[in-house]
Structure formats: structure tokens, C-alpha cells
């Protein structure tokens, strides 16, 4: 994932925050301890100074230039103030040590240059990568919305021209089941388009819910009576309090979101198996759950399903758009979405709408 | 004579709806598979005449399906791909599908290409006619002579190969590699480029207007088709 605030090296070079500057503090003080020891055990050690490289490339690697050049002088000083007599005095005016100290600057120098030239080739090989992810998610998208498309719009074809075609015997019954066919996929082909649009509404963050004071149960009732050709003869258990708390919400999104989870259970369950619609207050929320009865959603499922053309395993033909977009209303309210398993089998769709007391959109 | 019958196997049911209530109403039977796996089961069980099938299955590649089926039968199959899906065709085609239509089709264009394709099966001479006309152009197999309303046309020994090749597999369509390889041998199957050269002759000497085809027609990313009909 990429940063969502300043880019690493923009962190790493320039002058330095005080934490990156006190880390390299910390390692040249943890390296002095480490020549100290080695210094009583073996004394007058010239090479040692070479373990000041260590915290000064730590620096660099880590914490940036600023950090190192610190590093530097901080190893130079603290050298020079206790391991070199006089011990307890700076004795920078020998050329030896002056010498010594401008070494370690220019190692921190390019040690750091050199850490900096790493870090954004890795970078640069991150950006890349994910901005190849991201083609093969659109590529995979497109693939997957072109297919979408394109089987309605075959089986329409291949209906249309079949009773166009001159000479082919259709019985009534074959041509009222073309003709069917037609209106079906027609319908499909209009749905898949809506919720297209939706879903790169919702992705662009511009469907903002006009927030108004409306009756859940008036709600669900319409929803009901508009969905009853697709719930057939499903016995429907529909259980709301009398009293609700009042919610603020955006009519349509509600309603979709409602649409979709019924459409979802008509698609993925049998044919007469029962559904259930439940409304609840749950603490400063208003819980929703749509259970159906059909085969349930396995625990590995539940969140993917969620996922723009992810699909579950019944074999169901919904758009594969329907569950993203209800999330995405939900998310547009504040309040969550999620699957629960049902004790006999069967899947509960919960989803909560947030009772916003204090009024955006409240008053009318 | 009994009904032909055809296998459709696509996992879309409602492009197996429309086939289903078409093909019956132009005098076929029709049974249906929806997976690779049950295609080949109902190919052995009801021995279909035809088997159209869809290239783009939930378990097995429809190529795959044409390799497995060829193993043992010859009946014919036709594939239906999806627009841009050229590199499947082809390969479905070399595997020895017989023909293709490109989602979304026409009913009678996949009549028409399973006529020839049914017809093609059930010659008993596996070579062919001795004669092919293709318009006014008459390809005499048994004589090696072809002729253009009635004059003698000299073709080159390639394009005489080439020619013949397609003759014998009028109306079907042919790769560029299945003709290649008929034709100058197995080493050559990736000379496309030569193809086109010898086509292009081919079609100077027998289209009234060698730009615009209409006997020698090109299937664009597949191969090449020659039309009697």
C-alpha cells in the first residue's frame, strides 16, 4: 500500500526530524560502549575506529543523511573526548584527528547518498508494481464486464435472428419463450448498466446520502411489493417495531440497498424457501437483517462477496455488482454490512444505519 | 430420415434457451451440457451428429474438450467464441474443430455453417467431390485442372496445393497453420507470411476482383475459407 502522506525520501533527506537525529545519537552511543569494551581488552587498537561506519550506515540506511552526518560527528567527538588522551578533552587540533573526523564525514556522506539511491530504486520498483496490479485488477474488470455484456446481448441475437429467420416452424410456444428470453436479458443488460454506473459513482465518492427522516416499514413494504414478481411465492415473515427510533437516511440508497439483499436471496436460494426481514434498534444504530433459508455462505466467502463481480458458488445469475453496491450505500451512511450464518442453514445479511443525533440533513 | 441431432454445450442457460428453441424449430433435436466434463459424457452416451460448443467452460478449456473428443470420434464441432478470443479459436480449430461462429451470432449463420459442416461428415468419400465449383471457377480434383468460366487458369504446384486443400474443405474454415502444413509439410507451419504471398496470387488468378474477395475470403486472426455456396 502506498503512503497515504509524505513520500519516504521526502522523510529521509533534508535536514531530519529530532527523533531521526537522536536515533543516530543512540547508535553512535551504543557503538562508543562496544569500542570501549574492545579498547580495554586490547588497547591502542587503530583499526577500531573502523566500527564507527557501523552506526553511520545504520543512520543512513534508516534515518537519512541528516541522521548520518550526525552519526558522524557525534563518533568523531565522542571518540576523540574518551578514547583519545587526553581523555575528557577535545583534541581536534591534531591533524590526525581532524583528518579522521573529515574521513567519517565524507563515509557518511556517501554511505548515505548511496542508501538514498537504494531506497528509490525499491520505491520506484514498488510504484511500479502496484501500478501493475492495479492494470491487471482494471484488465481483469473490464474482462469480466465485457463477458457481463456480452451474453445477454448474445442470447438476444441468436433469439432475435432465430425468429426472423424465414421458414423455421416455432410453435406459440417456442415463440412466446424467445420472445421472453428477449425481455429477460433486455431487463438484465438495463440492470447490469445501472449498477455499473452505480458502482463508479460510489467508487468516484460521489453518491453523498441526502439524509431525510423516512419511515423504514413504508419502505420495505414498497420494496416488497415492487420485488413480489421476482420472490414468487417465497412465505415472507416481515417483523418491524412499532416504534422505531427516528433515523435520517437517503430513501433511494436505503431502498437499494434493501432491493439488492432481497434480489440476492431470490437469486441464490430455492424457489419457495422463506425469507425473513427484520428491523431492530441496536444501541445508537438500526439494525437490518435480510435471512434466507438457501444453502448459507461459507465463512471464507463472507467478505469477498462483497467485492465488485465476485460471485457466489450457487451458480446464480446476478450481476455480481449488487452486494458491492449495497456495502457501498451503507458505507455512504456510516453504518456496516456484514454476513452471519444462520443456525439451520441459511444466510442472515445484517446491515446497521447510525441514528445521527445531531442533524445534517435532519430537518427537511 | 430422423431428426440431426446436436449437442449444445454452453454454460450460459439462456444461450442454450435461444439455441434450444431455434435448432427444434429448423428440424434438430437438441440435448444440452453445460460443462466439459458432461459434453464428452453425452457425446459418447447419445451420440450426437453436431456438438457446438462454447470455448469459454467452468471446468475444462473448450480446446481441450476438442482435443479429447478427437481423440475418438470425428463428429462434427463447431466452436462459439467471443469477439477477440482469436488465439482460442485457432487452436480449438487445430485441434480439429471443423468451424466457429463469434458470440453474438445469427441463427442462420450457425445454420449455414452446420449444414456444411453435417454435410462435410457424412460423405462417404472421405476425399471429397472430384469436382468443386466455386463460382465460376471449376476445380477438377481427379484431373488436377482448374478452370475460370470455362478458360484453363495456370496455377503454380503451391497454389494448386493450397487450392486443393481448400476445395476439399469447402465452406469450412481453414488455418493458417492447418494449410501450411497440408501443403508444404510440417516444417513450414509458421511461414505466414509466404501464405499470404501465394493467397494473394491465388486470388489474381481466380476473383473477378482480387482486392475485394469473394471466393478465397480471409477469417481474419484465424485462416482462410473457400466459398461454394
Known amino acids: ?364 | 430420415m430422423s431428426r440431426p441431432r446436436i449437442l449444445v454445450v454452453d454454460d450460459e442457460p439462456q444461450i442454450r434457451r435461444a439455441l434450444r428453441v431455434a435448432l427444434r424449430a429448423n428440424g434438430y433435436d437438441v440435448d444440452e451440457a453445460e460443462t466439459g466434463g458432461e459434453a464428452i459424457d453425452a457425446v459418447a452416451l447419445d451420440r450426437p451428429d453436431l456438438v457446438i460448443l462454447d470455448l469459454a467452460l467452468p471446468d475444462l478449456d473448450g480446446v481441450e474438450v476438442c482435443r479429447r473428443l478427437r481423440e475418438w470420434t470425428q463428429l462434427p464441432i463447431i466452436v462459439l467464441s467471443a469477439h477477440g478470443d482469436d488465439q482460442a479459436k485457432v487452436r480449438a480449430l487445430d485441434e480439429g474443430a471443423d468451424d466457429f461462429v463469434t458470440k453474438p451470432f445469427s441463427v442462420p449463420e450457425l445454420l449455414a455453417r452446420m449444414r456444411v459442416a453435417i454435410r462435410h461428415a457424412s460423405r462417404v468419400n472421405p476425399e471429397g467431390d472430384q469436382v468443386v465449383w466455386a463460382g465460376e471457377v471449376k476445380i477438377d480434383l481427379s484431373r488436377r485442372v482448374v478452370t475460370r468460366a470455362g478458360a484453363e487458369v495456370h496455377l503454380t504446384p503451391t497454389e494448386y496445393g493450397l487450392l486443393r486443400y481448400l476445395a476439399q474443405h469447402a465452406d469450412r474454415v481453414i488455418t493458417r497453420g492447418q494449410l501450411l502444413r497440408a501443403v508444404m509439410g510440417p516444417g513450414y507451419a509458421d511461414a505466414t507470411g509466404n501464405l499470404r504471398v501465394y493467397i494473394v496470387g491465388l486470388r489474381k488468378k481466380l476473383e473477378a476482383n482480387p482486392s475485394r474477395p469473394r471466393l478465397l475470403v480471409t477469417e481474419p486472426g484465424v485462416g482462410y475459407r473457400l466459398r461454394t455456396e
Open chain 1, 1 to 364: 500500500m502506498s503512503q497515504p502522506n509524505a513520500s519516504p525520501h521526502d522523510r529521509l533527506s533534508g535536514i531530519g526530524t529530532p527523533a531521526q537525529h537522536v536515533m543516530g545519537l543512540v547508535a553512535v552511543a551504543i557503538t562508543l560502549v562496544v569500542v570501549g569494551a574492545i579498547n580495554s581488552a586490547v588497547p591502542g587498537l587503530e583499526a577500531i575506529i573502523l566500527l564507527y561506519v557501523v552506526p553511520i550506515t545504520v543512520a543512513a540506511t534508516r534515518w537519512g543523511s541528516a541522521a548520518a552526518i550526525t552519526a558522524a560527528l557525534a563518533s568523531a567527538l565522542g571518540h576523540d573526548l574518551l578514547f583519545v588522551e587526553p581523555v575528557g578533552q577535545l583534541t581536534i587540533a591534531r591533524a590526525n584527528e581532524a583528518l579522521g573526523l573529515v574521513l567519517l564525514l565524507i563515509t557518511a556522506l556517501i554511505v548515505s547518498q548511496l542508501a538514498e539511491m537504494a531506497r528509490r530504486g525499491q520505491e520506484r520498483a514498488r510504484e511500479a508494481e502496484i501500478a501493475r496490479r492495479s492494470d491487471a485488477a482494471k484488465t481483469g474488470l473490464l474482462r469480466t464486464v465485457s463477458h457481463d455484456l456480452r451474453t445477454p446481448l448474445a442470447s438476444i441475437k441468436a433469439s432475435v435472428s432465430g425468429l426472423r429467420q424465414p421458414g423455421a416452424e416455432y410453435s406459440e410456444e417456442d415463440r412466446a419463450e424467445l420472445l421472453a428470453a428477449i425481455e429477460e436479458e433486455a431487463d438484465r443488460l438495463a440492470r447490469l448498466v445501472s449498477d455499473l454506473l452505480d458502482a463508479s459513482r460510489l467508487e468516484a465518492g460521489a453518491m453523498v446520502p441526502d439524509r431525510r427522516p423516512h419511515d423504514l416499514a413504508e419502505l420495505i413494504e414498497t420494496v416488497l411489493r415492487r420485488l413480489e414478481p421476482r420472490l414468487g411465492n417465497r412465505p415472507l415473515t416481515v417483523e418491524i417495531p412499532e416504534t422505531l427510533p427516528a433515523v435520517a437516511y437517503d430513501y433511494t440508497q436505503v431502498d437499494r440497498i434493501i432491493t439488492n439483499l432481497l434480489e440476492n436471496a431470490a437469486v441464490h436460494t430455492p424457489p419457495g424457501s422463506p425469507l425473513e426481514i427484520r428491523v431492530r434498534p441496536a444501541g445508537d444504530e438500526i439494525r437490518v437483517e435480510v435471512t434466507d433459508h438457501g444453502p448459507g455462505v461459507a465463512p471464507g466467502d463472507r467478505e469477498r462477496l462483497f467485492r465488485p463481480f465476485e460471485r457466489g458458488r450457487t451458480g446464480g445469475r446476478g450481476t455480481g455488482l449488487g452486494l458491492a453496491i449495497a456495502r457501498g450505500f451503507v458505507e455512504a451512511h456510516g453504518g456496516r454490512i456484514w454476513i452471519e450464518a444462520v443456525p439451520r442453514g441459511g444466510a442472515r445479511f445484517v446491515f446497521t444505519l447510525p441514528q445521527r443525533t445531531s442533524g445534517a440533513g435532519a430537518s427537511s
